[in-house]
C-alpha cells in the first residue's frame, strides 16, 4: 500500500509541475476544468447522487467555470474568478465551515449540501487560474503551505500525538500534529520573507502582494485553513458512510482525498495575496 501510495503521488506530482510549467494558459483552464469535473462527481456521490444527477452536478459546474472564461475580461477585470466568488469562499471556509464542524448537523438536505460543495469547488478551481496566472511560483508556494502542514503534522502527530484534535471527524488527528505543521509553516513563512526581496535577492515567489512582516501570519491562516478543509471533508465522508471520496488515485482514494485541504486555502490565497 505505501508503495502504490508513494507512486501515485510520485506521478501526481510528475503531472502537475509538468502542466504548472508548460501548459498554455487555454491548456490550463482546460485541466482545471477537468479538476472540477472529477471533484464534482465525487461530491454528487457523497451527496447521495445516482450516476445521472452526478453527471448533471458536474456538468453545471464545469458550465459555470467555463462561462467565467468568457467573461473574464468583461465583468472580472482581468481576473478569471469576479471578488464575489473568492469572499464567497472565505466568509464559508472562515465562519460556516467550522460551525458545521462543531454541530455537525445530519439535517440540512441534499440541496444544501451540494450547494456547499459549489461554494467549495467553484472559488478553488478559479483560483488555481488566477494564482497560476500570477506566475506559476505563486500557486506552486501557496500550495507548499498545504504540504508543508500535512507532512508535519503526520510525522510529529505520530511521534508525539496524545491528545485528540477530532475523534468523532478524524481519529488519526492530534492537536500535537497542528502543533508541528504550524511550527513547519512558522519555518517555511520565514524563509518565504527572506526570499522575498530582503538582501538583494530576487523576489520569490513571484508576484505576491503581500509585506514581508505580514508574511508569517499570512501563512500560518492559510495552514489552519487547509486543515479546517481536511476535517470538514471527512466530516463529508463519514456522514456519507464512506472512507475515501472515490477509486481514482490508487492507494490514495479521490480527488477530493487528495485536495481536501488545498480546495479551502486557495481562495484565502487569493484574497491573500491578490486583493
Not at 459555470?64 to 472565505?90: C, D, K, M, Q, R
Request: proline letters at 5%; glycine letters at 12%.
Amino acid at each position: 500500500m505505501l508503495r502504490t501510495r508513494v507512486l501515485t503521488a510520485a506521478v501526481l506530482l510528475a503531472v502537475f509541475l509538468s502542466a504548472l510549467f508548460l501548459l498554455p494558459r487555454p491548456g490550463w483552464i482546460a485541466s482545471c476544468a477537468l479538476f472540477l469535473g472529477l471533484s464534482a462527481w465525487e461530491w454528487g456521490a457523497l451527496a447521495a447522487l445516482a450516476a445521472v444527477g452526478r453527471m448533471i452536478y458536474s456538468t453545471f459546474l464545469v458550465g459555470i467555470f467555463v462561462l467565467l472564461w468568457i467573461l473574464e475580461a468583461s465583468v472580472t477585470n482581468g481576473s478569471y474568478g469576479p471578488a464575489w466568488l473568492y469572499y464567497a469562499a472565505g466568509l464559508f471556509w472562515i465562519v460556516l465551515a467550522p460551525v458545521w464542524i462543531w454541530r455537525q448537523p445530519r439535517s440540512g438536505g441534499r440541496a444544501l449540501l451540494l450547494a456547499a460543495g459549489a461554494t467549495v469547488l467553484l472559488p478553488a478551481a478559479a483560483a488555481l487560474v488566477d494564482l497560476r496566472g500570477v506566475h506559476p511560483s505563486l500557486l506552486l508556494a501557496a500550495l507548499a503551505v498545504v504540504w508543508i502542514s500535512d507532512t508535519a503534522a503526520y510525522f510529529v502527530g505520530r511521534r508525539f500525538g496524545k491528545r485528540k484534535l477530532a475523534p468523532s471527524i478524524s481519529p488519526g488527528k492530534t492537536w500535537e500534529g497542528v502543533a508541528g505543521a504550524l511550527v513547519a509553516v512558522g519555518l517555511y513563512a520565514l524563509a518565504w520573507a527572506y526570499l522575498g526581496g530582503s538582501g538583494g535577492m530576487p523576489a520569490w515567489p513571484s508576484g505576491a502582494r503581500v509585506a514581508s512582516a505580514w508574511i508569517l501570519p499570512v501563512l500560518l491562516g492559510l495552514a489552519v485553513a487547509g486543515m479546517i478543509g481536511d476535517l470538514f471533508e471527512s466530516l463529508i465522508k463519514r456522514q456519507a458512510g464512506v472512507k475515501d471520496s472515490g477509486t481514482l488515485l490508487p492507494g490514495h482514494g479521490g480527488i477530493l482525498d487528495r485536495f481536501d485541504a488545498p480546495v479551502a486555502m486557495l481562495p484565502l490565497a487569493v484574497l491573500a495575496f491578490m486583493r
